[in-house]
């Protein structure tokens, strides 16, 4: 797996998000509709590069739908084994998210009818304020306005996860993680 930015294009930019994306890095084809990866060498440069590239020139990133950069990325074969890999890459976010407001915002990719992208955002959400209450943190999920957010992207059997602050989340908008769902 070498990608850690999952993008999605606007219908129809499919070709001109090609040519955008390669400047920044090596750009990966899925069997996915209208998704694309990324390798960059630095995905908060990059995330940076490209807002201040959409600042200066709208129509530059108007063929983006949504484009999420990660930290942490892992290969699963199966539901249990996504569930474990992605509960032991988010621990690592306990000590920023302790009486924080937050959610899990899941795009999956694959696994259709195997992996549902609600309920394993409820279970990582549920194992999150669990493992902050016991580490006597505390903890809220949040969709108005949360401190911050966990983007879990998936291609196939590979996944990435990344954490967004509320600042990120409103200085970067192609992250596309702040639409609220109510469970």
């Not at 060498?41 to 739908?65: K, T």
């Not at 990325?73 to 474990?84: H, K």
């Not at 959400?125 to 902050?132: F, G, K, V």
Request: net charge negative; hydrophobic share 35%; glycine share 10%.
């Amino acid at each position: 797996m070498g990608w850690n930015v999952v993008v999605t294009v606007q219908e129809g930019g499919y070709q001109e998000a090609l040519k955008v994306l390669r400047q920044f890095g090596e750009v990966g084809r899925t069997e996915y509709f209208n998704v694309l990866t990324l390798r960059v060498l630095d995905y908060r440069q990059f995330i940076e590069e490209l807002h201040e590239e959409g600042e200066r020139d709208p129509q530059l990133v108007h063929c983006l739908a949504g484009v999420v950069p990660v930290i942490q990325t892992f290969s699963f074969q199966t539901p249990a084994e996504f569930e474990e890999k992605s509960r032991q890459a988010s621990c690592a976010w306990l000590p920023v998210l302790g009486g924080k407001s937050f959610h899990v915002r899941m795009h999956r990719r694959g696994f259709k009818g195997k992996l549902s992208s609600l309920e394993q955002e409820q279970q990582l959400d549920r194992y999150l304020i669990e493992a902050l209450e016991l580490a006597g943190e505390g903890g809220r999920i949040g969709f108005d306005d949360p401190d911050a957010v966990i983007a879990v992207e998936t291609v196939g059997g590979h996944a990435g996860l990344s954490l967004w602050s509320r600042q990120d989340l409103k200085r970067y908008p192609l992250l596309h993680l702040t639409r609220g769902r109510s469970r």
